[in-house]
Every structure is written in C-alpha cells, then in structure tokens.
Nanobody, 121 residues
Framework: QVQLVESGGGLVQAGGSLRLSCAPS????????MGWYRQVPGKQRELVAT???????KYADGLKGRFTISRDNAKNTVYLQMNRLKPEDTAVYYC???????????????WGQGTQVTVSS
C-alpha cells in the first residue's frame, strides 16, 4: 500500500518559517505532478502550489514570493518552504501526487494525511 508521508508542520510565530516535506512510502515506478494544498475548517481545500517532474511550477495567487515549492526527483520528495508566515496561513496542509506504481498501471492521484501549520500572531 502506497501512502504519501508528510512532515514539517508545527507552530510558528508570525514572520517565521517552516519547511514541509512529502514523499511516497513503498515502491513507485514514476511520479507526475506533485503539489501542496491547504484547508481550514468550513472551507474548501485550496491550491498552494504544484510542480511537474520537469520543474514547471504553479502558485496560488498571492503566495509566490513567500512560498517556494521544489522537488528532488531522485528522492521522490516534494518540499514547500514557507517564509514570512502570517496567521491567515494557518491550515492543514496536504501533499498531493500523481503516482504510477508499476509500468503496466495507470497514474493515480494520492493525498497525504495532512499536517497542521499554525501561525500565531
């Protein structure tokens, strides 16, 4: 069973930084787009940033400049560096990735379990 395993969330003061990491557990044949989304209670999950295997990046409006997404294809890991954090960045952050488990299977969409980021004022 393949899962996306996230790490790096926590509590930080406004203006601080956090770095999230996410990688699949188990054997993977290939990975497509990887990304981060976030969700606060009572609201829909929203895009933070995505990155393709070739390095094409997309950010949600207003986050580019404070947030940086990157990936290490050799480690099958995607990162989210979050700087100058604001209280409104408080949310559960979810990793997302398109994974192919074997050459004869299709690409499927996977989600991590979520990691809490809390920014205090």
């Amino acid at each position: 069973q393949v899962q996306l395993v996230e790490s790096g969330g926590g509590l930080v003061q406004a203006g601080g930084s956090l770095r999230l990491s996410c990688a699949p557990s188990g054997s993977i044949f290939s990975i497509g787009v990887m990304g981060w989304y976030r969700q606060v209670p009572g609201k829909q999950r929203e895009l933070v940033a995505t990155i393709t295997s070739g390095g094409i990046i997309k950010y949600a409006d207003g986050l580019k400049g404070r947030f940086t997404i990157s990936r290490d294809n050799a480690k099958n890991t995607v990162y989210l560096q979050m700087n100058r954090l604001k209280p409104e960045d408080t949310a559960v952050y979810y990793c997302n990735a398109e994974l192919r488990r074997a050459s004869w299977t299709s690409m499927y969409d996977y989600w991590g379990q979520g990691t809490q980021v809390t920014v205090s004022s």
